[in-house]
T-cell receptor
Framework: DADVTQTPRNRITKTGKRIMLECSQTKGHDRMYWYRQDPGLGLRLIYYSFDVKDINKGEISDGYSVSRQAQAKFSLSLESAIPNQTALYFC???????????FGQGTRLTVV | GNSVTQMEGPVTLSEEAFLTINCTYTATGYPSLFWYVQYPGEGLQLLLKATKADDKGSNKGFEATYRKETTSFHLEKGSVQVSDSAVYFCALHYNQGGKLIFGQGTELSVKP
């Protein structure tokens, strides 16, 4: 089984719909991250969390919200999806500065 | 603020050619530095890392040295293979603040 699991892997949704992307990890790491990847823009940080009670905005948090339900689970929600949120979304975990991050396989989201 | 800048791609090389992908960073403290690789259709994988100045990270024939004086962490490989075709991301990670910041990625294509 993968250390970091994202569901769904692919999703097509309509403008205005609410959608949740889920992430779970078996690494035992406290730090979890949500990124979106767009061609030519690299990975941009949406939200990150150091533990269940510590949630922080990244550089592009507008239009997104998150929930850290447990150490192992970190969900990303789009309250009202819009077409420019079409992207590849990645969840990642980290144990700290020196250890690097572990990524899920990604969720390809298309908003039509 | 903290940021990472990579050379633009795509980079196209013949098999067995020498590879350099430039990466420079802007930081106010002492981050750890990383290279990640993303193969088509997959998430990011940690390729190598360096946690302090003058450290050299290495893995699978790839190397990068943490150069504080030039704020650089260039990725090199002496002889690339077709299987090295992927997108490469440079990243930095601070403990303070906890952000993991990525460059925009450099696509490498190796031809037989």
């Amino acid at each position: 089984d993968a250390d970091v699991t994202q569901t769904p892997r692919n999703r097509i949704t309509k403008t205005g719909k609410r959608i949740m992307l889920e992430c779970s990890q078996t690494k035992g790491h406290d730090r979890m991250y949500w990124y979106r990847q767009d061609p030519g823009l690299g990975l941009r940080l949406i939200y990150y969390s150091f533990d269940v009670k510590d949630i922080n905005k990244g550089e592009i948090s507008d239009g997104y919200s998150v929930s850290r339900q447990a150490q192992a689970k970190f969900s990303l929600s789009l309250e009202s999806a819009i077409p420019n949120q079409t992207a590849l979304y990645f969840c990642a975990t980290s144990e700290g500065q020196a250890g690097g991050a572990f990524f899920g396989q990604g969720t390809r989201l298309t908003v039509v | 603020g903290n940021s990472v800048t990579q050379m633009e791609g795509p980079v196209t090389l013949s098999e067995e050619a020498f590879l350099t992908i430039n990466c420079t960073y802007t930081a106010t403290g002492y981050p750890s530095l990383f290279w990640y690789v993303q193969y088509p259709g997959e998430g990011l994988q940690l390729l190598l890392k360096a946690t302090k100045a003058d450290d050299k990270g290495s893995n699978k024939g790839f190397e990068a040295t943490y150069r504080k004086e030039t704020t650089s962490f260039h990725l090199e490989k002496g002889s690339v293979q077709v299987s090295d075709s992927a997108v490469y991301f440079c990243a930095l990670h601070y403990n303070q603040g906890g952000k993991l910041i990525f460059g925009q990625g450099t696509e490498l294509s190796v031809k037989p």
